[in-house]
C-alpha cells in the first residue's frame, strides 16, 4: 500500500468521513476573485484584510508540497426544537474542538511513516486558508452557487480540516460541479444575499447578521427574523442534501436548543456546559443575549413583556437598547408603557438607549426609520 493510500486508510479509521490530497500550489483564480470582491467592499465575512495571506500556502508553512483535505458530517435528523433558530452547526460540540484533536493524530501517523523530520501543520478554521477552494481541489466535492462545499455522498453539512505537509503526495482529482441550471439557494436566501450564483453579499447574509458585532440597524433586525444563531436556509433546500446521511457523529448532534428567554438568563458563571462547548460561543455572551432580544422582537409575542421589561435595567447599555426596541415590537405603547419609558429616559446616560426610546415612544421602530 503506497503512502497516500495508508494516510487516507488511517484518516477514515480516525474517524473522518473524507479525505483528498491536493498539490499546495498559491489559489491564483481565486485571488483574481477576492481582489475584485475587496475591491467593491464585498469580502466574504471574516476574510482577512490581507487576502495574499489566505491564498498562497506557503505563508502558513514554507515548505509545504501538499494539502490533505478532511471533512466530517454535521448533518443531523433532529429539527430545531425552540423559538430561536440556530445553525446545524452550532448545536452540538464546537468542530474546532473534535477536529484538532483528530487532526494532530493523523499528522502524527504520517510522520511515523516518514524517517525524515516531516513538517506540518493542522488548519481548522482558526488560520487564513481557503479550505473550501483547498476541499475542491482535493476532490471533496464542487463548491456550489450558495458558496458552501457540496459532496454527492454528504451533501454540504460538512465541516473541513486541513494537514499541511511538506511531502509531494500524488494528488486527487477535483470533480465537476453538478449545479446545473438548479436556482434554489439564490431564490430562497432569507436575507438575498446571494445576488448572483457564486456571489454573497454578506451585509445582506443572515448568518453574518447574527454574528456581527456592533448596533444592527432596524433593517439587519428585521433580516434576522427568528435566527438566533446562523442561517442555514441555503443549504435546506439545497437538493444535495436530500436524503444524506445524518447523525454519524454523536458530538455534533442537537445538545442545545434557541430557549431564548433562557439565554437572558445566563451569565459567565452559569452557562450550562453544552453551550460552553458550542461553535456559537465564540462572539461572546452579550451578541447571544443581543440576537435572543432581536428575535423576541420579530415574533412580535406580548409572552415576552415581562421578560423584556426586567432587561430595561441591564447593565450593558447594548442590552438595555435593544430591550427598548423590542419592547416596542412585542407590546403597544399604552399608558403603562409610555410611562416605563418615560422614567427610563430621564434617568438614562447613554445616547444610543436615548435615542432608542425616542423612537418606540414615536413609532419610529421598522425599517422606514432606520438607525
Same mark, same amino acid.
Given at each position: 500500500?503506497?503512502?497516500?493510500?495508508?494516510?487516507?486508510?488511517?484518516?477514515?479509521?480516525?474517524?473522518?468521513?473524507?479525505?483528498?490530497?491536493?498539490?499546495?500550489?498559491?489559489?491564483?483564480?481565486?485571488?483574481?476573485? =477576492?481582489? @475584485? &470582491?475587496?475591491?467593491?467592499?464585498?469580502?466574504?465575512?471574516?476574510?482577512? %484584510?490581507?487576502?495574499?495571506?489566505? +491564498?498562497? /500556502?506557503?505563508?502558513?508553512?514554507?515548505?509545504?508540497?501538499?494539502?490533505?483535505?478532511?471533512?466530517?458530517?454535521?448533518?443531523?435528523?433532529?429539527?430545531?426544537?425552540?423559538?430561536?433558530?440556530?445553525?446545524?452547526?452550532?448545536?452540538?460540540?464546537?468542530?474546532?474542538?473534535?477536529?484538532?484533536?483528530?487532526?494532530?493524530?493523523?499528522?502524527?501517523?504520517?510522520?511515523?511513516?516518514?524517517?525524515?523530520?516531516?513538517?506540518?501543520?493542522?488548519?481548522?478554521?482558526?488560520?487564513? =486558508?481557503? @479550505? &473550501?477552494?483547498?476541499?475542491?481541489?482535493?476532490?471533496?466535492?464542487?463548491? %456550489?452557487?450558495?458558496?458552501?462545499? +457540496?459532496? /454527492?455522498?454528504?451533501?454540504?453539512?460538512?465541516?473541513?480540516?486541513?494537514?499541511?505537509?511538506?511531502?509531494?503526495?500524488?494528488?486527487?482529482?477535483?470533480?465537476?460541479?453538478?449545479?446545473?441550471?438548479?436556482?434554489?439557494?439564490?431564490?430562497?436566501?432569507?436575507?438575498?444575499?446571494?445576488?448572483?450564483?457564486?456571489?454573497?453579499?454578506?451585509?445582506?447574509?443572515?448568518?453574518?447578521?447574527?454574528?456581527?458585532?456592533?448596533?444592527?440597524?432596524?433593517?439587519?433586525?428585521?433580516?434576522?427574523?427568528?435566527?438566533?444563531?446562523?442561517?442555514?436556509?441555503?443549504?435546506?433546500?439545497?437538493?444535495?442534501?436530500?436524503?444524506?446521511?445524518?447523525?454519524?457523529?454523536?458530538?455534533?448532534?442537537?445538545?442545545?436548543?434557541?430557549?431564548?428567554?433562557?439565554?437572558?438568563?445566563?451569565?459567565?458563571?452559569?452557562?450550562?456546559?453544552?453551550?460552553?462547548?458550542?461553535?456559537?460561543?465564540?462572539?461572546?455572551?452579550?451578541?447571544?443575549?443581543?440576537?435572543?432580544?432581536?428575535?423576541?422582537?420579530?415574533?412580535?409575542?406580548?409572552?415576552?413583556?415581562?421578560?423584556?421589561?426586567?432587561?430595561?435595567?441591564?447593565?450593558?447599555?447594548?442590552?438595555?437598547?435593544?430591550?427598548?426596541?423590542?419592547?416596542?415590537?412585542?407590546?403597544?405603547?399604552?399608558?403603562?408603557?409610555?410611562?416605563?419609558?418615560?422614567?427610563?429616559?430621564?434617568?438614562?446616560?447613554?445616547?444610543?438607549?436615548?435615542?432608542?426610546?425616542?423612537?418606540?415612544?414615536?413609532?419610529?421602530?421598522?425599517?422606514?426609520?432606520?438607525?
Amino acid at each position: 500500500m503506497n503512502l497516500e493510500n495508508k494516510i487516507k486508510e488511517k484518516a477514515t479509521e480516525i474517524g473522518f468521513d473524507l479525505v483528498g490530497i491536493a498539490k499546495a500550489e498559491p489559489f491564483l483564480e481565486e485571488f483574481k476573485i =477576492l481582489k @475584485e &470582491r475587496k475591491a467593491t467592499g464585498k469580502l466574504p465575512a471574516f476574510m482577512p %484584510g490581507n487576502i495574499e495571506d489566505a +491564498i498562497d /500556502p506557503t505563508n502558513l508553512l514554507p515548505d509545504v508540497k501538499s494539502i490533505i483535505s478532511l471533512a466530517m458530517s454535521y448533518a443531523g435528523k433532529e429539527k430545531n426544537p425552540g423559538e430561536g433558530l440556530i445553525s446545524s452547526y452550532a448545536r452540538g460540540k464546537d468542530y474546532h474542538r473534535v477536529m484538532t484533536d483528530m487532526l494532530e493524530k493523523l499528522a502524527d501517523f504520517i510522520k511515523s511513516l516518514v524517517e525524515d523530520n516531516v513538517k506540518t501543520l493542522c488548519v481548522t478554521d482558526n488560520i487564513p =486558508l481557503l @479550505e &473550501r477552494a483547498v476541499a475542491e481541489r482535493a476532490g471533496l466535492g464542487w463548491i %456550489g452557487k450558495n458558496n458552501c462545499l +457540496i459532496n /454527492p455522498v454528504y451533501g454540504s453539512y460538512i465541516f473541513l480540516g486541513e494537514i499541511l505537509v511538506d511531502l509531494s503526495l500524488n494528488p486527487d482529482k477535483p470533480i465537476p460541479n453538478r449545479c446545473g441550471s438548479c436556482q434554489e439557494c439564490l431564490t430562497n436566501c432569507k436575507g438575498k444575499a446571494l445576488t448572483n450564483p457564486y456571489i454573497l453579499d454578506p451585509d445582506k447574509c443572515v448568518s453574518y447578521l447574527t454574528q456581527k458585532k456592533g448596533y444592527l440597524t432596524y433593517r439587519e433586525r428585521e433580516d434576522i427574523g427568528t435566527s438566533f444563531w446562523g442561517c442555514d436556509r441555503c443549504q435546506e433546500v439545497c437538493p444535495w442534501n436530500d436524503n444524506i446521511p445524518a447523525d454519524l457523529h454523536p458530538e455534533f448532534a442537537s445538545l442545545i436548543a434557541g430557549n431564548i428567554e433562557e439565554v437572558l438568563e445566563f451569565t459567565r458563571d452559569n452557562l450550562p456546559e453544552e453551550w460552553q462547548e458550542s461553535a456559537l460561543n465564540w462572539r461572546g455572551l452579550r451578541t447571544l443575549q443581543r440576537n435572543s432580544i432581536i428575535v423576541m422582537g420579530n415574533l412580535q409575542d406580548s409572552k415576552y413583556k415581562k421578560v423584556l421589561e426586567s432587561k430595561l435595567s441591564d447593565a450593558s447599555p447594548v442590552i438595555r437598547s435593544y430591550t427598548v426596541w423590542a419592547l416596542g415590537k412585542v407590546a403597544p405603547v399604552n399608558d403603562n408603557i409610555r410611562e416605563l419609558l418615560i422614567k427610563m429616559y430621564k434617568q438614562e446616560k447613554d445616547s444610543g438607549v436615548r435615542k432608542e426610546i425616542r423612537n418606540v415612544m414615536e413609532g419610529n421602530i421598522d425599517d422606514k426609520c432606520r438607525n
